[in-house]
Structures are given as C-alpha cells and as structure tokens.
C-alpha cells in the first residue's frame, strides 16, 4: 500500500479509478461530482487514456457503452439526475453484457432537487433504473478510503460479471477530505493486446474470425427468453458470493441500526453514545446495496427494533431491511431528505422515543 | 470464363428482411464493397441504429454493435477512442438521426470526430409503420399526419446536409441519392470519400443517401423511385456541400 496522502473525495475516486487500469471517461457536468470530469481530462490522456466532456448524459452513457464494448476499462460518473438520465442505457450495457464502472455521487431529489448529499437513490439504483429483468451491482462506500478500495475492485467484478457496477457514493463523501491509501497502479490491456484478453470485444476481426455482431435486439420473443435465462444465472452468483457488510457492536445488540455510506459513521457515532449509557445497540452497514448483504440479518436473536437510518423520506433502504428482517422485530424508519443530514444527537434522541414506543 | 462481378465479400450470404423495392440493401451494399476494396473489412466496427436497419449486423460482415435510438454517434465516439486505428461508421435512418438524435450527430460533428455516418433519408419511420419522420415532406401523408404533413401543425421539414455543412468539425458532407444506377455510382464515390476522410484523420465525413420506402410510402418500388426523383430531391437537392483539400 502506498502512504496516505490527504485527498478530496472526487479527486480520490478518479485517481483510484485510473490505477485500476481505467483509460476511457466520459461525463458531463453536474455538481456535486465535477472533480472526477474535471481531474479525468487533466490526467487521462498521460496515460495513453482519452476523455471526451459529453453534450449530455445521454451521450456520455453511450460512448462508454461504445468504448465498453471495444474492449476498454471505462468509467462514467455523474449525480442522481444524471444517472437517471443514463438508466435507459445502463440496462442497455446489462442487455448485451459490457462492463462499465459507474460513480453516482448522490444528491437530494425527486427531479432537479438539491446539490446537497441524500440517499434517495436507492430505489433508483437497486431496482429501478432503466427496462427490464437486469440487476445492477451496487458497492456503497462510507468513507473515501473505502470508495478507493471499492471502485478498484469494481472493474475486475465488471469484467468478472460483465455487467454494469455501480459505486453510491454521496455528495458528502464526493466533497470532505480524508487520509487515503491510493491502490497500486495496474497496466491496462489496451489496443491490439483487447483481441487477445478480451475474445468478446469490437476489435475488428481481421479475417481471423466471425464477425462480432454484439445486439440487444431481440424480435423473437422465445429467443430473449432463452437469453435472459443463459445470464441470470450470473446474478445468482452474484446474490452468493458478492453481498458485503460490517457488523459494528451487533452481538448483544438489542436495538440494531442499518445505515450505509456516511450515514453510517453518524448511526456508529450513536452507537457509542448510547452504549456509554448503557442501551444495547449496534449496526448493520450495507457495503453492498445489491445485492443486499441479506446473510447479515440471519440471526436476530435479542433484536427487539431495527432502525433504517437514511437520507430518504420514503425509506427506501428500510423496505429491503423489511424483507430481510421477516417479521422477527418490529422495523423503524430515522431520517432526513431533501439534502439534510442526521447528527448522532438527533439519531440518539430519536431511538430513544421509538424504544418508548415498544414499552 | 472470366470473372466479371462477384458478390462482395463485406456481405454475409443471409436473406434480407427488408421490403422489396427498399433502398437500404443498396446502401448496405455500396459501404461493404467500398471497404473490401481497401481490404478493411476486418478492421471495421460498424454502429446500427434503432430503426428497419438495426439488425444491419447481420447482413453486413464486419464488427458491428446496436446503439439505442439516436445514440450512434455517441457510440462510435467511444468506440473510436479505442480503437482510434480502426475504421467505424454509424448507419443511421432520419427518425434515429434527424429526430431523437439531433445532439449526438451535431456534437460528433462539432468535435471532428473521425469516423464517417451514413444517414439513410427516406422521409418517414419505416420500422414502426410509417409515421411522420423530421424529413417527411409537407404534403406527404403518414399514420401521424394522414392528410399530409402541414406546415402549421408539425413545421418545416429538416435538412440535415445543410445543418452539418455549418459545423467546422464536418469536414466531408455529401448527399446523394439511390434513384439510378449513375447516381447509385456516385453514392458509392461519395462513401469511399467519407472513408478516406476517416483514415486521414481530417475530420468528421457525413453522406446523407435519399432512399426509398415502397411500403409506408404505399407504392410499388418503382413508383417510388420516381416519387423520391419529383418530390425529394427538389427539397433535398443531391449535391457536395463541404470538401477537404485532397492529400
């Protein structure tokens, strides 16, 4: 590991992304992600990469699905609008199977919203998005160190899935500051060496081979079935082998929060406030948001209240909390949206009168 | 005996779906035999559009990707920054062009991007059964406009070599039509144009080809080339308006 150096979040997720063999990013403004477009056009091209500012996320998608295809690491990034805008083609990318590493730096919504940090993505990114039977692995980080270990694992799980991978970062993680180890630096596999490594991709097929024809249209109907039935398989998998959480306090914990990204730090921060005065509670974090590490809540035994603690009105993370707690304790909702955060005071205060509520 | 013509090897010996008397067989054609000419057909990777041609790829044997509606230029952006040595074209219809993908054919233009698009111009949606297309001609009836397109109610008809010609980054455009066999020669001119264009890095090459759709337009294919002659090419004049300096 390298020695730690203090970095912005945005600068810190680009550069990890590069030392993970990344050469290939296409954006377009939207705040709060602008220093990963930003720094990719400053350091892409010295490393043999290219970057191209998009006339929109619509075509900044497209031209990492192009890119993906030929064969290239490509990052995209961009904020919860954006991503939206890009969902259409994300399904797209999981219909024809290219692995495409995308950060969404989340911020408040629905619609145009606000430029602060939210959670409200959630649904977007782990069962919405765009059309049809796909699934996108989502990797959430809580702080930037993480996100760096994240998005340089998120592009070997692509080419491992060959699917669209997701790291869901926050506009507060996006923004502060914080010591962070850098990855050490891969060589890419770039030009004439993609026919070699990467038998799929757009390469041309210089007489060698049969033309590669990569399609997501499907005009027979049986045909797209069999073809969703030969890839499901592969999300399976991933529901077995790719859930990831941490247990923080859990073991006699009788009050179990569940928070993800740097929503999280604030619930462990109430965690130990109310450990020092004596209340058992502890935490599960979601490092993986799909799949949802479910093995987390296998046992619950002394669980009397688990609490989704979010930035979502809704509660969207606390509807798969539900499905995976089943009934064995009763299941609450701390939050704040719009672009406001919890403070472990607050989150403290509010456990407090749900504990009240038991009695 | 000697060989006077043989079938061009860029054309994978499949049957087409498309309609009789439909000009895309011949545009398909005339980009393939252009690149086995230059001996390019293994380092080519093609863009269909959403459209009649999306399935392109299978009749044209060179690497090929679906891009969603629109998006082809965009595509082939990402694909080129990969590839940069490689020759990439879209094949794109005028309701995948012209209409949802205004941004990303103007923009691809803008930068001087090096590949080439072949904008297929037959004045209506073919695939989706014949409803008005951005280039559909005012008076001309389809399922949006049965009475035939007006002025008032839908606006003016778009030129798309005439937008592109402005663009500094489009450095080739050409139009041309797929009406006669003289005329077809020239499309084929005009492609390998756009080809050499892209291999001499000069900037971005579009040819727009005026075709034929018998079926939505609701006549036999040889009254439609007729009808593409008296109406569009008085609207949609076949000519060069942009050329590089030869190198």
Partial sequence: MAEKQLMKGNEAFATAAINAGCRYYFGYPITPQNEIPEFMSRELAKYGGAFIQ??????AVNMAYGAAAAGGRVLLSSSSPGVALMQESISLIASVELPVVIINVMRGGPGIGSIQPSQADYDQVTVGGGNGDYKTIVYAPSSIQEACDMIYKAFDVAEEYRNPVMICADGMIGQMMEPVALPEPVEPVMGEEIRKKKPWALTGHRNERERHALNSVWLQQDLLEEYIDAYWPKFEKAERELQEWEDFMTEDAEVLY????????????????????GVKVGLIRPKTLWPFPEKAFENLDGVKDVISVELSKAGQLKRD??????????????????????????????????????? | MNTVFEYTKGMREKEMHYCPGCTHGIAHRLIMEVLEERGALGNTIGVSPVGCSIVAHQYMNVDMLESPHGRAPAVASGIKRVHPESYVFTYQGDGDLASIGTSEIIHAAERGEHFCTFFINNAIYGMTGGQMAPTTLVGQKATTCVEGRTVKQAGFPLRMSEIMSQIDGAVYVERVSLATPAEIRKAKKAISKAFDVQKNKQGFAFVELLSTCPTNWGMSPTDAIVWLKDNMVPYYPVKKFKDVEEV
Avoid: F, H
């Fill in chain 1, 258 to 277: 569940v928070a993800y990204g740097s929503t999280a730090r604030i619930a462990k921060e109430a965690v130990v406030a109310l450990r020092n005065e």
């Fill in chain 1, 321 to 359: 909390v539900r499905l995976a707690v089943e009934g064995r304790a009763r299941v609450s909702l701390i939050n704040r949206y719009g672009g406001m955060l919890l403070d472990p005071a607050e989150v403290v205060e509010r456990t407090k009168k749900i504990m009240e509520e038991v009695k």
């Fill in chain 1, 54 to 59: 998009a006339e929109s996320e619509l075509a």
